[in-house]
T-cell receptor
Framework: GAGVSQSPSNKVTEKGKDVELRCDPISGHTALYWYRQSLGQGLEFLIYFQGNSAPDKSGLPSDRFSAERTGGSVSTLTIQRTQQEDSAVYLC?????????????FGPGTRLTVT | KQEVTQIPAALSVPEGENLVLNCSFTDSAIYNLQWFRQDPGKGLTSLLLIQSSQREQTSGRLNASLDKSSGRSTLYIAASQPGDSATYLCAPWDYKLSFGAGTTVTVRA
């Protein structure tokens, strides 16, 4: 079946602009994660959605970052007033998280460049 | 905060050799641990997930062991091939994955 998809694959934006990144998880997966991979910081957790529970936002680096998940499926990560240090690859992952099935499947990522 | 260390940082071997990739983590209160590979410019591909109650998990030429109490996991790749060249990442899960910097493997033909 279809895997996790993300759009756009690449985004170049000017400093100070807002950007939206989209993630379509695997159908039926209740859990959705956002991670960020940058040269200086490696791969780091940003936010976790599980079903109808309140999201775990503990990894968001500043209040310029926010995310929502509509209808338990598609998620959008929004970065307001982008800064150069926001340049990174943003990865989305989804997981079934029932029984013992907690394997996370990653999308191809969105490469964000802030100029 | 979970800290993950992977040793070695890089490894270059001739085709056919067995690979041993080490991972250590500081907080043993994990539910599972996942091994991934990442090819340059690509996303992460899941290789194996090992539950905290398991000691080993095998998939084809790959075998992962987990010693949760000592905070260690090892990924063994048997009879390496040039197609195994990639960066390998281990990630313990405690409601989120924490990643090490990875081991970059080069298998020479």
């Amino acid at each position: 079946g279809a895997g996790v998809s993300q759009s756009p694959s690449n985004k170049v934006t000017e400093k100070g602009k807002d950007v939206e990144l989209r993630c379509d998880p695997i159908s039926g997966h209740t859990a959705l994660y956002w991670y960020r991979q940058s040269l200086g910081q490696g791969l780091e957790f940003l936010i976790y959605f599980q079903g109808n529970s309140a999201p775990d936002k503990s990894g968001l680096p500043s209040d310029r970052f926010s995310a929502e998940r509509t209808g338990g499926s598609v998620s959008t990560l929004t970065i307001q007033r982008t800064q150069q240090e926001d340049s990174a690859v943003y990865l989305c992952a989804s997981s079934l998280e029932t029984g013992t099935d907690y394997e996370q499947y990653f999308g191809p990522g969105t490469r964000l460049t802030v100029t | 905060k979970q800290e993950v260390t992977q040793i070695p940082a890089a490894l270059s071997v001739p085709e056919g050799e067995n690979l041993v990739l080490n991972c250590s983590f500081t907080d043993s209160a994990i539910y599972n641990l996942q091994w991934f590979r990442q090819d340059p410019g690509k996303g992460l591909t899941s290789l194996l997930l090992i539950q905290s109650s398991q000691r080993e998990q095998t998939s084809g030429r790959l075998n992962a062991s987990l010693d949760k109490s000592s905070g260690r996991s090892t990924l063994y790749i048997a009879a390496s091939q040039p197609g195994d060249s990639a960066t390998y990442l281990c990630a313990p899960w405690d409601y989120k994955l924490s990643f090490g910097a990875g081991t970059t493997v080069t298998v020479r033909a």
